[in-house]
C-alpha cells in the first residue's frame, strides 16, 4: 500500500470557484509530480518538484500552480475553475535509487 | 528522445487462458521500463519494473515481463487471466534520475468468464 494520500477524491464545483487539491506523502520522497487523465486516456504531466522550493511545469499546459513548502505536501491550486479543468488529478512521488513511482488514488474534479 | 507504444488499445481473453499486452520503447539511454495497473477510479499500482538487472521480471499478481533490447519490447504476460485483472494496464520508460516519465496510452484488459 502507498503512502500517498489525496483529498479531496471527487469534487464538484461551479465555475470561478477557487479549489486546493491536497496530496500528502510520507515516505519522504523528495520528487513528486501532478499529472492529468482524461477517461481512459494516458497521463499527463502538469508539475513536478525535485525538493522544497522547487517546482517545475510540466509537458502539458495548465493554469494551475503548486507549492512546495514541506518535503511531505504538494498541493496543487485552480485560482479560478472553469468546465475545461474538469478532469482527474494523480499525485505521485518518486523513489531516488529505482524510479518507481507511487501514485495516490487521484482527485476527480468536475467544474460545471 | 524518449518513446513508448502500447500496441494494443483494447485486449479480451476468457478466464484462465494466457494474457499477453504488447509494449515497445525507444530510448537514447539504458531506460528503466515499468508496468502499472489502474483499477476504475483508482491511482496507478505497480506492477513490476526492469532497472538492468534481469531481463526477466516478475510482478506482482503473477504477472511478468521480458526485457528485449534487440526487440525494444518489454511485454507484459500472465498465464492465467483472473476476473480481477480486468483493468487499464499501462508501460512507462524513464532515465533513473530524471523527472521524465513517458507513459503509454494505455491498454484497457477484459476478462470474460
Known amino acids: 500500500e502507498a503512502d500517498i494520500y489525496q483529498t479531496p477524491r471527487y469534487l464538484v464545483i461551479g465555475t470561478g470557484k477557487k479549489i486546493t487539491l491536497e496530496c500528502s506523502q510520507t515516505?519522504?520522497?523528495?520528487?513528486m509530480y501532478w499529472y492529468q487523465q482524461d477517461p481512459g486516456m494516458e497521463l499527463h504531466l502538469i508539475h513536478y518538484?525535485?525538493?522544497?522550493?522547487?517546482?517545475e511545469k510540466g509537458d502539458l499546459s495548465s493554469e494551475s500552480t503548486v507549492s512546495r513548502i514541506r518535503t511531505e505536501h504538494f498541493p496543487l491550486t485552480l485560482e479560478s475553475a472553469r468546465p475545461s479543468h474538469t478532469s482527474q488529478y494523480l499525485c505521485?512521488?518518486?523513489?531516488?535509487?529505482?524510479?518507481?513511482?507511487?501514485f495516490g488514488e487521484g482527485s476527480r474534479l468536475t467544474v460545471l | 528522445a524518449q518513446s513508448v507504444t502500447q500496441l494494443d488499445s483494447h485486449v479480451s481473453v476468457s478466464e484462465g487462458t494466457p494474457v499477453l499486452l504488447r509494449c515497445n520503447y525507444s530510448s537514447s539511454y539504458s531506460p528503466s521500463l515499468f508496468w502499472y495497473v489502474q483499477h476504475p477510479n483508482k491511482g496507478l499500482q505497480l506492477l513490476l519494473k526492469y532497472t538492468s538487472a534481469a531481463t526477466l521480471v516478475k510482478g506482482i499478481n503473477g504477472f511478468e515481463a521480458e526485457f528485449k533490447k534487440s526487440e525494444t519490447s518489454f511485454h507484459l504476460t500472465k498465464p492465467s487471466a483472473h476476473m480481477s485483472d480486468a483493468a487499464e494496464y499501462f508501460c512507462?520508460?524513464?532515465?533513473?534520475?530524471?523527472?521524465?516519465?513517458?507513459f503509454g496510452t494505455g491498454t484497457r484488459l477484459k476478462v470474460l468468464a
Open positions: 505521485a512521488s518518486s523513489e531516488s535509487r529505482t524510479g518507481e513511482l507511487f
Open positions: 512507462v520508460v524513464s532515465e533513473i534520475g530524471t523527472y521524465k516519465y513517458i
Open positions: 518538484s525535485y525538493g522544497v522550493n522547487s517546482t
Open positions: 515516505m519522504g520522497h523528495d520528487k
